[in-house]
């Protein structure tokens, strides 16, 4: 008996030390819009290269547009979150791409027909189509769970108010860690003018482009630049830099495909060595692996990681 005491004691033992560890996360944290705005100035002292998870992060098992898919892109690296609201049939804000149910969820037809409480009895689907226990979240409760966590990238769908969604910022007191996505200067003027103390995602893909923003109203110190879905040439992003602007270049799409095809090249490193500061992607974990050494070799750091 003492023996197979002892050898359950061992067992349990082994099982217990064998248990896998729960992954660490990465945060990012600003305790004042102050010091969003100084980590967001670009200067080659404070940069540091950040990933935006486009859409979330989605991967097998987590669905894209869905908070528990957002904390686990915490687990790669410290990220930005890039989201989409839509209009439920009640004009709840709910985290939605498409204007139908049917990609991304159990549900069937255009989201706009079905009330915040019947969109709950729908279930998320990842990107290969396989059904998970997750539901659509709502902007309040992605607001909520954000904070001191990760930086957020608010896109609007068609015929959602700017103004609704700036409401819900101030509400949960997420000035500090929200920028708000435009994609033309009279966006970007609407959101400025509502908001002038929150940060803009804003299209800049030429200097024309930032000249627009600046003359009608909108300071450099408010815009961080999407340059498009290809990498601009090495003197765009030494312009904009000049201007303390940081920039976002998107990778989804043909820049991901490549980098996946051929992993050794480092596709992600050589963006950020080229001047791109923020990369929105849907390869997160090849991404973070390349950044992760980027910084390492650059020796850079950021107060506000953790």
Not at 47 to 53: C, E, K
Not at 145 to 170: F, H, P
Not at 182 to 204: N, R
Not at 281 to 288: G, H
């Amino acid at each position: 008996m003492k023996y197979h005491h002892l050898l359950f004691l061992f067992v349990i033992t082994v099982f217990s030390s064998c248990k896998l560890e729960e992954k660490s996360h990465q945060y990012i944290k600003f305790n004042t819009t102050a010091e969003l705005y100084q980590f967001l100035k670009w200067s080659p002292e404070s940069r540091f290269p950040l990933i935006s998870a486009h859409r979330g992060g989605p991967m097998p098992g987590f669905p894209e547009n869905c908070i528990e898919t957002f904390d686990n892109a915490t687990t790669y690296n410290p990220v930005i979150i890039e989201f989409d609201i839509a209009y439920s049939k009640d004009s709840v804000m709910v985290l939605m791409h498409d204007d139908q149910l049917d990609r991304t969820t159990t549900g069937k037809g255009p989201i706009a027909n079905y009330t915040y409480e019947e969109l709950k009895a729908f279930n998320l689907k990842d990107n290969e189509g396989n059904e998970t226990k997750f539901k659509i979240p709502t902007l309040d409760s992605v607001l909520s769970w954000s904070k001191g966590k990760v930086l957020l990238t608010i896109d609007l769908k068609k015929g959602v108010s700017y103004a609704k969604v700036i409401e819900k910022v101030r509400q949960y007191k997420a000035e500090s860690s929200s920028i708000i996505i435009t994609y033309t200067a009279g966006q970007a003027k609407e959101v400025h003018q509502l908001a002038p103390d929150l940060m803009i995602s804003a299209s800049v893909q030429k200097k024309a482009e930032l000249k627009r923003l600046n003359s009608i109203g909108i300071p450099n110190n408010r815009i961080v630049a999407f340059v498009g879905v290809s990498a601009p040439d090495k003197e765009f992003y030494q312009y904009l830099h000049s201007k303390g602007i940081t920039t976002i270049l998107g990778t989804m799409g043909n820049i991901d495909k490549s980098a996946k095809a051929s992993p050794a090249k480092n596709v992600y490193y050589h963006l950020v060595n080229n001047g791109a500061d923020i990369l929105s992607s849907d390869n997160l974990p090849q991404a973070s692996e390349e950044l992760d050494k980027f910084r390492y070799n650059k020796k850079l750091s950021s107060p506000h990681i953790n």
